[in-house]
């Protein structure tokens, strides 16, 4: 299956089980979905559904028990290297965005291009183009703490941005932020998707963030579940 150009899908997971402690602990039960190209896709449900599970197995940081994960066509179990995927592939934006707090905004997104082959005049002029993409210019030399809630969420996304990663995985990244904060992060993630053609996978546990994005998908107990037999979010 492939999109009108011809390309596979962005994600494709094919019954997909996650467990821990030998078994004990089911994260995830047979979980099969596509998001296509350019797709911006909301999943919702209760705390311990299994929704930040399966972000932290598409980002290749764990590994599921069984079933397969391809992303833009390819297998990522059997990549030549998981650290060049996650450097390049996938744009990870984290709820408490994860920032070097020592570091000016500007370092903060340099910082994610080290060793990415370009110069370190081009890094500098990426990561200035990518504060400014997120209304950040005029921050560029404060460190994180200085900075507002909203704007470090916007500096993580920039940071995400900064090796043209063609999918950005985001974990509650409003989930700390206030209700104006919260819309203007909407409104960037709907920007960036629509100007650069990223898949945006959004775990939120919060309908009204969900509401922004093309498609709602419900977890349950470690499954996708219909609309109306998903739980209650809260």
Excluded at 44 to 51: A, I, L, M, T
Excluded at 69 to 85: A, E, F, Q, T
């Amino acid at each position: 299956m492939s999109d009108g150009a011809g390309r596979p899908p962005a994600i494709q997971i094919f019954d997909v089980k996650k467990s821990f402690d030998h078994g004990l602990v089911n994260a995830l039960n047979g979980v099969t979905l596509t998001i296509g190209q350019g797709e911006w896709v909301a999943l919702v449900g209760p705390s311990g559904c299994g929704k930040s599970t399966l972000l932290h197995l598409l980002a290749a940081l764990d590994s599921p028990t069984s079933g397969r994960i391809l992303v833009n066509g390819n297998d990522i179990s059997g990549l030549p290297s998981l650290n060049r995927y996650r450097r390049f592939e996938v744009g990870l934006v984290f709820q408490l965005h994860n920032l070097l707090p020592n570091l000016t905004a500007i370092q903060n997104v340099e910082v994610a291009m080290f060793a990415n082959g370009l110069k370190h005049s081009e890094q500098g002029e990426r990561a200035r183009n990518l504060l400014a993409a997120v209304s950040l210019s005029h921050r560029e030399k404060v460190r994180p703490p200085g900075l507002s809630g909203g704007e470090r969420q916007r500096l993580a996304i920039a940071r995400a941005l900064a090796n043209n990663p063609s999918i950005i995985l985001a974990d509650e990244p409003t989930g700390a932020l206030d209700s104006a904060s919260a819309e203007t992060v909407l409104d960037l993630f709907r920007r960036i998707r629509n100007e650069r053609g990223v898949t945006i996978l959004l775990v939120t546990h919060d309908r009204e963030v969900a509401a922004a994005a093309d498609r709602i998908i419900y977890m349950r107990d470690g499954r996708i579940v219909e609309p109306s037999l998903a739980a209650p979010a809260g």
